[in-house]
């Protein structure tokens, strides 16, 4: 069974502490995403990852970054974190750019206080 | 400016009734999406298409190219279909999603 795992449910982070997410897919994907999902916003691309060390920016990134060092592992960064940054994150993967289906992990629920 | 619309945000249905969730885009797509997404955050995949329509148990999805709008039917509706569901197109590498559509099935 094919699977895209995020390292923790639910996060509880102090204002400008440095926060890591992590996400590890088994399915051998080409693409990786990362996106905060938001009441009334939907689904915002923060980074994606189309090969391994390659990143491009998405929608939101600022005060993001991400780390992708190894093909089934993408990083997401806080540098800082802020109490705006509260949010539900979700990675995803996907084989190969355009007609291919995505796969989404379970969701981090990042509160910062 | 959204690239994806879903119609009705909220609907709530007593089981057993038809539903119909509509999506319409605005950009060339590659494919279209519908994710469902449970209470506790994770999302899956339902239907992928990019032309015609397609069937999974009591889901239907269809799409009309054309128009450039889709629809998700969910026929005898059961509360366990008590989600969100989400559509999303694929352009190229990026992925453009609606704000989804919350559904509530009443027993």
């Known amino acids: 069974d094919v699977k895209v795992t995020q390292s923790s449910r639910y996060l509880v982070k102090r204002t400008g502490e440095k926060v890591f997410l992590e996400c590890v897919q088994d399915?051998?994907?080409?693409?990786m995403f990362w996106y905060r999902q938001d009441p009334g916003l939907g689904l915002r691309l923060i980074y994606f990852?189309?090969?391994?060390?390659?990143?491009e920016k998405g929608d939101i990134p600022e005060g993001y970054s991400v780390s992708r060092e190894k093909k089934e592992r993408f990083s997401l960064i806080l540098e800082s974190a802020s109490t705006n940054q509260t949010s539900m994150y979700l990675c995803?993967?996907?084989?190969?750019?355009?007609?291919?289906?995505?796969?989404f992990g379970q969701g981090t629920r990042l509160t910062v206080v | 400016k959204n690239e994806v619309e879903q119609s009705p945000q909220n609907l709530t249905a007593q089981e057993g009734e038809f539903i119909t969730i509509n999506c319409s885009y605005s950009?060339?797509?590659?494919?279209l999406h519908w994710l469902q997404q449970h209470p506790g955050g994770g999302i899956v995949s339902l239907f992928m298409?990019?032309?015609g329509k397609k069937k999974h148990g009591r889901l239907i999805a269809t799409i009309n190219i054309q128009e450039k709008h889709s629809s998700l039917h969910i026929t005898a509706s059961h509360p366990r279909d008590s989600a969100v569901y989400i559509c999303?197109?694929?352009?190229?590498?990026?992925?453009?999603f609606g704000s989804g559509t919350k559904l509530n099935v009443k027993p």
């Open positions: 995803a993967s996907s084989l190969s750019p355009g007609n291919t289906e995505a796969f």
């Open positions: 399915m051998d994907h080409e693409n």
């Open positions: 990852s189309y090969d391994v060390k390659m990143k």
């Open positions: 950009v060339g797509i590659s494919a």
């Open positions: 298409l990019s032309s």
């Open positions: 999303a197109v694929t352009n190229f590498n990026k992925f453009y």
